[in-house]
């Protein structure tokens, strides 16, 4: 069977709320898109929780680009659209996405993002992440990066490296086209920025961006970004 489209999510322990998210989705799977589960050693059951929900469970070794790369590998869809488990599509997202892969010639694009939280300061760093992100043509994970699987295949799709790897697949597709904003948009949890500071969290991850921009290796970033949290 052939898909207009798949939505590959890597998953890694994600079970207090993975069911929800596969039961948003289920409406996109009546309209004949393909959902790809693609488990990177989970320890609580999360690939259990997939029964009936997906069109595919993977399991892959750890690490979020290699399990997105395992899951369009072989995924069925002619557009390929990269959703974390910890970020929602809207009704205006999902419809905005049926719209693009409806058509036929390669683009790629992101949404807008909602950072959901009680803290007042997530409503500026959504905007200004998705205002960066139109100026730039770099889109983040959390905001879903849709793409037509020729011009995904035309970059090699995701660097096999354990940070950044979104950053990269971006510059890498902005070389061919600049990314389409949509500004419909998804909803992605605010927990880390909660949990680890609202304002600690934003500078720790602008400095990681801005020393990766200047050529410190994802290799390098990584040991600092799983010593913060």
């Known amino acids: ?11 890694l322990n994600e079970a207090s709320h ?3 998210r596969l ?8 309209q004949g898109v393909e959902l790809v589960v693609v488990d990177g050693g989970s320890q609580d059951g999360s690939p259990e929780l997939t029964e009936g929900l997906v069109d595919q469970c993977l399991v892959s070794e750890r690490g979020r680009a290699r399990q997105m790369n395992q899951g369009a590998a072989v995924a069925k869809g002619t557009w390929l659209a990269f959703l974390h488990a910890d ?3 809207t009704p205006a997202a ?3 996405l049926m719209t693009v892969i409806a058509a036929d010639s390669p683009s790629w694009g992101r949404f807008n993002v909602r950072i959901i939280g009680q803290h007042p300061m997530l409503r500026v760093i959504a905007w200004m992440m998705n205002r960066r992100s139109c100026l730039t043509s770099i889109a983040t994970g959390d905001q879903c990066i849709l793409v037509h699987r020729e011009l995904f295949n035309t970059v090699n799709g995701y660097p096999e490296q354990p940070l950044m790897e979104d950053i990269e697949l971006s510059r890498r597709l902005k070389s061919k086209m600049s990314a389409q904003c949509w500004p419909e948009k998804v909803e992605t949890s605010g927990r880390r920025w909660q ?3 609202v304002w600690r969290t934003i ?12 050529g410190v290796s994802a290799e390098q970033l990584v040991k600092e970004y799983y010593e913060c949290k």
């Open 1 to 11: 069977m052939s898909f207009r489209a798949s939505v590959i999510i890597p998953v």
């Open 18 to 20: 993975l069911q929800q």
């Open 23 to 30: 039961l948003a989705l289920q409406a996109l799977r009546e």
């Open 87 to 89: 970020t929602a599509l």
């Open 94 to 96: 999902t419809q905005r």
């Open 195 to 197: 949990q680890q500071g």
């Open 203 to 214: 500078l720790f991850m602008w400095s990681l961006r801005w020393r990766y921009w200047r």
